[in-house]
């Protein structure tokens, strides 16, 4: 079993900056990727970006290529996301997952309880 918990989130205005945190603790976490998913009221949860176990690897939706970076602390089990110019759209709670990786919710059998994120325009 992994446990995760996410922490970071919180109120921005428009163009500002998130870090995003997720620590993971239980079964081992270096071989497991890493996902982070958003899900705004109404709407599904969402791909946000994935990296592998071994850290090599990353995959961004397309809308925030260029502006998020995943990334892990494999001596912290930590993952991050380092969240730059951000929109109002980019509102919505924010998942971490442990996995395969995969932008499939279903390939991710571990997650996290959520943290919120707020863009203000």
């Known amino acids: 079993q992994v446990q995760l918990v996410e922490s970071g989130g919180g109120l921005v205005q428009a163009g500002g900056s998130l870090r995003l945190s997720c620590a993971a603790s239980?079964?081992?976490?270096?071989?497991?990727?890493m996902g982070w998913f958003r899900q705004a009221p109404g709407k599904e949860r969402d791909f946000v970006a994935g990296i592998t176990g071994s850290g090599g690897t990353t995959d961004y939706a397309d809308a925030v290529k260029g502006r998020f970076t995943i990334s892990r602390d494999k001596a912290k089990n930590t993952v991050y996301l380092q969240m730059n110019s951000l929109k109002p759209e980019d509102t919505a709670v924010y998942y971490c997952?442990?996995?395969?990786?995969?932008?499939?919710?279903?390939?991710?059998?571990?997650w996290g309880q959520g943290t919120q994120v707020t863009v203000s325009s």
């Open positions: 239980g079964r081992t976490f270096t071989p497991l990727a």
């Open positions: 997952a442990a996995g395969v990786i995969s932008r499939t919710a279903a390939r991710y059998p571990y």
